[in-house]
């Protein structure tokens, strides 16, 4: 019988690069697609369960119906013991495994929602894995975009700080590799990054010498940005997520890198620069 792993965040962006390597494996798994709606098509190997972190009925229903959980927090959740305590408390309920997607840095401050999720987890026994990215190359492609596309500017907090960028299909092919062999990995904090730290204005850079008409970075203030994007229409609560992932660097010392991805991948992380060549075929087709 196939190993069934429910994907939580399975229509998002390191959801889908999970699903992608999980059909890659030599015996896939059968993958549960768990998102509020069903998809208009599903992966190979693939049934839909509702999943609604704001509806615990569906969460101890899915979480029953795996092997092993990959958890996602999406963006806009933060209230921890409302969204994910039933999840936590389902997980050591059913006795399963999760692989968790918090982010690199969390284990220094208490504040922000994925260290609360990662002591939940600990604190319940329940078997884990937690996945700690850096900063994802693919900012640039869904949240960035629109500005980049129409204005050729991209208009951030960030001022001069350096961000280390990670391909999201990296994070899926180690999240496959973790949920097909979980056991050895169990217990462990990876933190996962790319080969390099650069700041937004080294990145637009790099991103000139390949694309015709350039783009610019534009450095504001907080107070700033805060209306710039609510003129846009971007709700309080993701503006704050916005804020607090590219202000808060500035103070921060440049993240660390590490041979995590190498190790387990057996192939060093996709660059920045390979991204950046790909993504400007996709500015010139505008
Ligand atoms: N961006 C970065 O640089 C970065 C770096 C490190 C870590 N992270 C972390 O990565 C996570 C985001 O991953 P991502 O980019 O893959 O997310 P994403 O593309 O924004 O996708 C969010 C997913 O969550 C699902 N979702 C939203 N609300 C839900 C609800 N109430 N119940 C069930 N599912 C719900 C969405 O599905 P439907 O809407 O279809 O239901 C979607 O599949 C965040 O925790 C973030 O902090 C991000």
């Not at 994925?114 to 996945?131: D, G, M, S, T, W």
């Not at 000139?208 to 700033?224: E, K």
């Amino acid at each position: 019988m196939r190993n069934k792993w429910l994907i939580t965040g399975a229509s998002g962006n390191v959801g889908q690069a999970l699903i992608r390597h999980a059909q890659q494996l030599d015996d896939p798994p059968e993958l549960l697609f768990a998102t509020r709606k069903p998809p208009a098509t599903l992966p190979e190997y693939a049934t839909y369960l509702p999943f609604d972190f704001a509806a615990p009925t569906t969460i101890d229903a899915a979480v029953a119906a795996a092997d092993i959980v990959f958890l996602l927090r999406p963006p806009q959740l933060a209230d921890v013991d409302r969204y994910f305590l039933p999840v936590v408390e389902a997980l050591q309920r059913h006795q399963k495994p999760v692989v968790f997607l918090s982010v690199q840095g969390a284990e220094r401050s208490k504040v922000i929602p994925h260290n609360k999720i990662e002591r939940l987890i600990e604190a319940h026994n329940v078997p884990y894995v937690f996945l700690r990215p850096s900063y994802f190359m693919q900012n640039l492609t869904t949240t960035l975009w629109d500005d980049i596309v129409t204005q050729r500017k991209i208009v951030l907090p960030a001022g001069k700080a350096k961000f280390n960028w990670i391909d999201v299909e990296d994070i899926g092919a180690v999240a496959a590799t973790v949920m097909a062999n979980f056991d050895p990995y169990a217990g462990q904090k990876l933190v996962l990054t790319g080969q390099e730290n650069l700041s937004f204005g080294a990145v637009v850079q790099r991103w000139n010498n390949h694309v015709a008409t350039p783009i610019r970075y534009q450095s504001v203030n907080p107070v700033r940005f805060y209306f710039y994007k609510r003129k846009q229409g971007m709700t309080k609560g993701f503006i704050t997520v916005m804020l607090l992932l590219h202000f808060l660097p500035r103070f921060q010392q440049e993240p660390e890198i590490t041979s995590t991805i190498q190790d387990l991948l057996h192939r060093p992380p996709r660059s920045l620069d390979d991204f950046l060549q790909d993504t400007a075929k996709r500015l010139h087709q505008r």
